[in-house]
């Protein structure tokens, strides 16, 4: 779809369909929404009047022009309180107006700036939440399904402010929003791939293709590669799979002064059938998501490089998949990872963090820091949080702030979990040096504990997205499958970390 931004008073706009919008208790619709409401002589009025339009969030009322103005259907979207409406909420609004009118086959839409007026938000801001929140919303993953869809997508948004003096600031929100929106799209495109589709191999063609596209630095190295680095983590959890697996590493420079690089490490099992330690086979099709985090780091640098930030940032993604087979791990084997430390496997379906313990400490290695790993890593995460908020942990207090602020601003939320070191007895191992589960009890955080060890003294955070990088319906602009969350959270620590 594409997005634009033009002068013109909306009453005029040629299009399928407008979209105006209200707060929750006001009677006399005024501004935009009051000419729209003249030109139909009143219609909106009488339906707040009937009680048919209340302006509660969410709420998207159709009414028919018949002619009185040159779109066919105006929808007032239901903006809520006034003193409750945010950016993230715009998003959600974005979403639920455009898979609304897109249900009705409307192909060009036009949208006067929610928020920017009496809702006090910044105009840019107010676009750049629009842009995204449209987008998002509007996303379906159909690449499989031979049928053509019922409804059409909309092929043109029209964002119309009367005020010319503004369009600077609304285009420059509206880039923003696209190229953060495009690249939260191209994760979720990954993640929904089944795993046929997205194996190690296929996801380092993905990261080819990014790099071409971006500009990106781009390392892929093989199992003969990642044997001279010493990674016997990873290549423990890939023993099983014939499938080779892939350590890929992408490189955004946008400060060429500057030796500092922000790390962003994404756990890439393309599929986990939990290896020996096999999981139940229900809702194993959805550990075709288990690579989200990889997807994730991997959009993030796309965007980042789009917009162009005076900062450097490297993302390393460690791509395997988990399974069983004659020569895969097991329950009982010590594997030696980077960084020398040995690690009893006393479950194979704790692999995420094998992955994740050679990709850290090559990362350390590499001089990346601070370090943000994100990951699809613990049911237990999942039991505590739910779908709504991913878990956070780290060694560095300044650190994990700087990414929950980063999360908020993008309507991503984040949790921050205790990582007391009495948690950390529950992994000790009789054998070696650490083994790679901790038991049932506090798993989120004895995980976290376990790739502490490989961070060292780099300011480190860690994100579990087990709960929230794939939903089974859709609220907002979370779209059912997979969210992409993580994307947006990363591309904002980046450009709050710019010079």
Not at 62 to 76: E, F, W
Not at 224 to 238: R, T
Not at 249 to 276: C, M, Q, R
């Amino acid at each position: 779809m594409e997005v634009k931004v033009i002068t013109a008073d909306i009453t005029s706009v040629k299009a399928d369909a407008i979209v105006v919008n209200l707060f929750e208790g006001v009677e006399h619709p005024g501004g935009a929404t009051g000419a729209v409401d003249k030109a139909l002589d009143g219609a909106i009025t009488k339906l707040i009047e009937q009680g048919e339009i209340k302006g509660k969030l969410n709420e998207i009322s159709i009414i028919h022009s018949l002619g009185k103005i040159p779109a066919r259907i105006v929808a007032v979207a239901g903006l809520g309180k006034q003193s409750e409406l945010t950016p993230d909420r715009i998003r959600g609004i974005a979403a639920e107006f455009c898979r609304s009118l897109r249900r009705l086959n409307c192909r060009r839409i036009a949208t006067i700036i929610h928020g920017a007026g009496v809702g006090g938000i910044e105009p840019e801001a107010a676009s750049q939440a629009l842009t995204e929140g449209s987008l998002l919303g509007l996303y379906r993953f159909q690449k499989h399904i031979t049928k053509e869809p019922e409804n059409q997508d909309i092929e043109e948004l029209l964002i119309v402010e009367r005020d010319a003096a503004k369009l600077p600031a609304l285009e420059q929100g509206c880039k923003k929003g696209r190229a953060i929106a495009e690249a939260t799209n191209w994760a979720r495109d990954l993640i929904n791939e089944p795993a046929n589709y997205m194996t190690p191999s296929d996801m380092a063609k993905m990261a080819e293709g990014l790099s071409k596209t971006h500009g990106l630095s781009l390392t892929i190295m093989d199992r003969e590669q990642m044997e001279k680095e010493g990674m016997g983590a990873l290549l423990g959890v890939a023993q099983g799979s014939r499938q080779p697996p892939k350590l890929i590493v992408l490189g955004y420079k946008g400060d060429k002064s500057s030796a500092n690089t922000l790390g962003f490490v994404g756990k890439g099992i393309t599929f986990d059938s939990g290896g020996i330690s096999i999981k139940p086979s229900e809702g194993m099709t959805e550990m075709k998501s288990d690579m989200a985090g990889a997807a994730s780091v991997m959009a993030a640098l796309g965007a980042i490089a789009r917009l162009k930030p005076k900062v450097n940032v490297t993302a390393v993604v460690p791509a395997t998949e988990n399974l069983p087979g004659g020569n895969a791990l097991k329950p009982g084997d010590i594997l030696k990872a980077v960084n020398g430390k040995t690690i009893e496997v006393v479950n194979t379906d704790a692999e995420g963090r094998l992955i994740l313990a050679d990709a850290l400490s090559y990362a350390v290695k590499q001089g990346l820091s601070p370090l943000v790993d994100l990951a699809t890593l613990t049911g237990a995460c999942r039991i505590a949080l739910g779908d709504i908020n991913s878990g956070i942990l780290g060694n560095s207090h300044e650190l994990i702030e700087r990414v929950i602020k980063a999360g908020a601003d993008a309507g991503e939320r984040l949790w921050q979990m205790p990582m007391h070191e009495e948690y950390k007895e529950l992994n000790k191992s009789d054998v070696a040096d650490i083994k790679n589960s901790g038991g049932r009890w506090a798993g989120t955080i004895t995980a976290a504990h376990f790739l502490a060890e490989f961070v060292g003294d780099t300011p480190w955070v860690h994100i579990d997205i087990a709960g929230t990088s794939f939903r089974d319906k859709e609220r907002g602009y979370l779209v059912k499958g997979a969210t992409g969350v993580g994307v947006r959270t990363l591309i904002n620590l980046a450009l709050a970390s710019a010079r």
